[in-house]
């Protein structure tokens, strides 16, 4: 199945930093998706990016399926961005198509 | 647009004991998943249906594990007899489609196990 890597796992950042996350993954994928997991656990959809790039406020995302890697841009952190982040991806020919992710970005934002 | 609803969302049981867990997806959604999160990992995938029936149950330990969709629409999870290491948050899933279309999955707010 696929594999998919996070990376860095760990991040630690001043408010009003600029931060880039990577996600490689092994296979090709027709779905990929970037949440954004809560103190309270609930994954907040951020992207849904399969391929190109897409913005929303102060992040943006961009995927280059040929070469098996996506990207999550955080502008002008802030604290409240502080969590573990997410990438998942998972291909489907007609059969199954369940998420594989990733370990996680564990980020924190210091005000 | 009401979100996947799960219940409860904290269970406490003694090992060797039997849990059950329930989910609503998104209306209109007619792929539902299971997926497991331990703690300090990413969630992993247990089972898929495709309105009721089951498209991919790989991951799923059906020595203990066992899930339904009886209409098409809620579903529900159980576990007999619990270990020890089932302690974890149990998430549900939906899309809109599945099998030949790839579309965005919502998660709900899980369900916390822990086994004692």
């Known amino acids: 199945g696929i594999q998919v890597e996070q990376s860095p796992p760990d991040l630690i950042l001043q408010e009003g930093a600029n931060s880039t996350l990577r996600c490689n993954f092994s296979?090709?994928?027709?779905?990929l998706q970037w949440f954004h997991q809560n103190p309270w656990g609930q994954l907040i959809n951020l992207f849904y990016?399969?391929?190109g790039t897409k913005q929303n406020g102060r992040l943006s995302a961009t995927t280059v399926a040929t070469e098996r890697y996506s990207l999550l841009y955080i502008s002008s952190s802030q604290t409240t961005d502080s969590g573990v982040y997410f990438c998942?991806?998972?291909?489907?020919?007609?059969?199954?198509?369940?998420?594989?992710f990733g370990k996680g970005t564990h980020l924190i934002i210091q005000p | 647009e009401a979100g996947v609803a799960q219940s409860p969302r904290y269970k406490i049981i003694e090992k060797r004991q039997s849990v059950a867990f329930w989910c609503n997806p998104i209306?209109?959604?007619?792929?539902l998943y299971w997926y497991q999160q331990i703690l300090g990992q990413g969630p992993k995938l247990l089972i898929q249906?495709?309105?009721?029936?089951?498209?991919?149950d790989s991951q799923l330990p059906k020595d203990r594990f066992s899930a339904e969709r009886l209409k098409g629409v809620d579903s529900t999870l159980k576990i007999q007899p619990a270990k020890l290491e089932d302690s974890a948050v149990y998430l549900c899933?939906?899309?809109?489609?599945?099998?030949?279309?790839?579309?965005?999955?919502?998660f709900g707010q899980g369900t916390r196990l822990t086994v004692v």
């Open positions: 990016i399969p391929s």
């Open positions: 899933a939906s899309s809109l489609v599945g099998q030949t279309m790839n579309t965005e999955a919502f």
């Open positions: 296979d090709s994928v027709n779905n």
């Open positions: 209306s209109g959604h007619a792929t």
């Open positions: 998942a991806a998972s291909y489907s020919g007609g059969g199954a198509d369940g998420l594989t």
């Open positions: 249906f495709q309105n009721n029936g089951v498209v991919d």
